[in-house]
């Protein structure tokens, strides 16, 4: 019979990562991680413009679209954070901003499937959207601050003109 296989003999049994600085070793993992926010945000900025030219049945589909998105974006952050694999410096802050923009997006596409084809849509339908629009491009600043450094910004700034 062979022995059950625990969390800690997994992480044991795990090859280190490359990257000292903890997170993601490779850049396709970081990748994966803007996209998911960059969809999620794409997906609500093309609501809020939908529901900014009237189209409204435009805009409560694109809010359902992004309510999975957003769903599917913060379930994996908190996947990795559960796993041990998210960013040591940003890992929480990315599935909290991700859970409340999920619940605006929720409560917004609740206040606009309620109302009716002659009536207009309340402010707190838009709101929503705004404000998980703004929590999601927060998130992705967030993640931007952290992979730009002062010191790459100054070194290439001074680094020498190539000879041509």
């Known amino acids: 019979m062979r022995p059950r296989l625990t969390n800690a003999r997994l992480a044991r049994q795990r090859p280190p990562a490359a990257d ?7 850049a396709d993992a970081n990748l994966c991680r803007v996209r998911r926010s960059a969809i999620s945000a794409a997906i609500v900025l093309g609501a809020v413009f939908a529901a900014g030219t009237g189209a409204r049945a435009v805009a409560l589909y694109l809010v359902l679209a992004a309510i999975v ?3 599917l974006a913060a379930l994996s952050f908190f996947g990795e954070l559960v796993e041990g694999s998210a960013d040591d ?19 917004g596409a609740a206040v606009r499937s309620n ?3 002659d009536q207009a849509v309340p402010a707190l339908g838009l709101s929503t959207l705004v404000g998980a629009l703004v929590l999601l491009a927060i998130q992705v600043a967030v993640w931007s601050s952290l992979r730009v450094s002062r010191y790459r910004l100054v070194n290439a700034r001074h680094r020498p003109a190539p000879d041509v």
């Open 20 to 26: 000292a600085g903890g997170g993601a070793s490779d």
């Open 69 to 71: 998105a957003v769903a």
């Open 89 to 107: 410096d940003a890992g929480a802050v990315y599935v909290g901003l991700s859970t409340l923009a999920l619940i605006l997006l929720v409560l």
């Open 115 to 117: 109302t009716l084809a």
